[in-house]
C-alpha cells in the first residue's frame, strides 16, 4: 500500500496586509541607507522646484577626488545651449596657467556677469589673504565702470592703489607716467566734463554756452570760427592781464575752464594756426 506525506498549504490574505505601502511614493519620508549612485543619470524636478533644506551648517557638499576640484554649471537653454556659466574650484593639481588653488567664476559664454545688492547696500569683495596684504584684482581686456556718479572709492592705503598701469599712490601723492584725457566734439551747448577733458567746437552760427562742471573739474576748448559768430558765456571770473574780462575769440582760440567750490574761472590760451 502506498505511503503518503501531509503538506500543509498557508493562503495570504491580501486584505489583511498590515500596514505597508503598496507604492514608492506613499512614503513621504524616505532615507537613504548608503550612498546614492545616480548610475549617470540626471536627477530632474521637472517644473517643480528642488530644495534642500535643514540645520547643518553645509548642506551640499561636493568633493571630487583628483584634486581638480568640482564644478557647478548653470544651464538656461537646454542641453549645448550658450547660456550657461560654471564655477569652478581648482585643487592643487590646477587645470591650467594660474588655477592652481582658484575659485574661478566663468561665465565666458555670458554677454555679462552680475552682482546686484538691495538698494543703499554695500558689496563686500575682499581678494588674498587679508593677513599676507596680496591682493589682486585683475582686469584682462575689461574695465572696471561704476555705473552711477557715486564714483570708485578704493581708500587711501597705499596698498589699495599699487602699481595700477604704470600709477603709484604713497598715501598722499597719486603719480602716473602718462595721463591720457578724452577729447570730444561738442555738438551742442553745454560743456560737460563727463564727456571728456578736451573739447572742440567749430561755431556755425551765434552760440551761448552752459555749463556741468563741478568743483574740481576743468576742461579744454578748442574752438574754431569764434570771430565770425557771437559767443556767450555762463559766469565765468576770466583770468586774464586785462582783468574780468571775456575773451575777443579769432578763428582758432584754446580756452580752458576749471571750477572752485561754485566759481567757474576762465583763461584765454591763445589762438593757434
Known amino acids: 500500500m502506498p505511503s503518503f506525506t501531509k503538506v500543509q498549504t498557508n493562503f495570504i490574505d491580501s486584505n489583511n496586509f498590515g500596514s505597508g505601502i503598496g507604492s514608492i511614493i506613499e512614503d513621504t519620508t524616505p532615507q537613504l541607507g548608503g550612498t546614492l549612485d545616480i548610475n549617470g543619470n540626471p536627477i530632474s524636478a521637472g517644473t517643480n522646484t528642488l530644495t534642500i533644506s535643514g540645520t547643518n551648517n553645509v548642506l551640499v557638499s561636493l568633493d571630487r577626488s583628483d584634486n581638480k576640484g568640482p564644478t557647478l554649471r548653470f544651464r538656461n537653454g537646454g542641453s549645448g545651449s550658450n547660456y550657461e556659466a560654471w564655477i569652478n574650484l581648482w585643487g592643487s593639481t590646477g587645470g591650467g596657467t594660474n588655477r592652481t588653488n582658484m575659485l574661478e567664476f566663468n561665465a565666458s559664454n555670458m554677454d555679462s556677469m552680475q552682482w546686484n545688492v538691495k538698494e543703499e547696500g554695500t558689496f563686500y569683495w575682499s581678494c588674498g589673504d587679508p593677513g599676507s596684504g596680496n591682493r589682486e584684482l585683475e582686469l584682462t581686456n575689461a574695465a572696471l565702470y561704476p555705473t552711477v556718479n557715486n564714483g570708485l572709492n578704493l581708500g587711501s592705503s597705499s596698498k589699495r592703489w599699487n602699481s595700477i598701469y604704470g600709477t ?23 560743456i560737460d566734463p563727463a564727456n571728456g577733458g578736451i573739447q572742440s567746437k567749430t561755431f556755425s552760427g551765434n ?67
Not at 221 to 245: C, D, F, M, Q, R
Open 207 to 273: 552760440t551761448t554756452f552752459t555749463e556741468s562742471l563741478s568743483a574740481g573739474n576743468s576742461v579744454v576748448l578748442h574752438l574754431e570760427a569764434g570771430s565770425s559768430h557771437t559767443i556767450g558765456w555762463p559766469t565765468i571770473k576770466w583770468v586774464t592781464s586785462g582783468g574780468n574780462t571775456a575773451p575777443t575769440l579769432t578763428a582758432k582760440d584754446v580756452v580752458v575752464l576749471w571750477k572752485i567750490g561754485t566759481t567757474l574761472y576762465g583763461a584765454y590760451a591763445g589762438s593757434y594756426a
Open 168 to 190: 603709484t599712490f604713497d598715501g598722499t601723492t597719486f603719480s602716473a607716467t602718462t595721463f591720457t584725457d578724452t577729447t570730444y566734439d561738442l555738438t551742442g551747448t553745454d
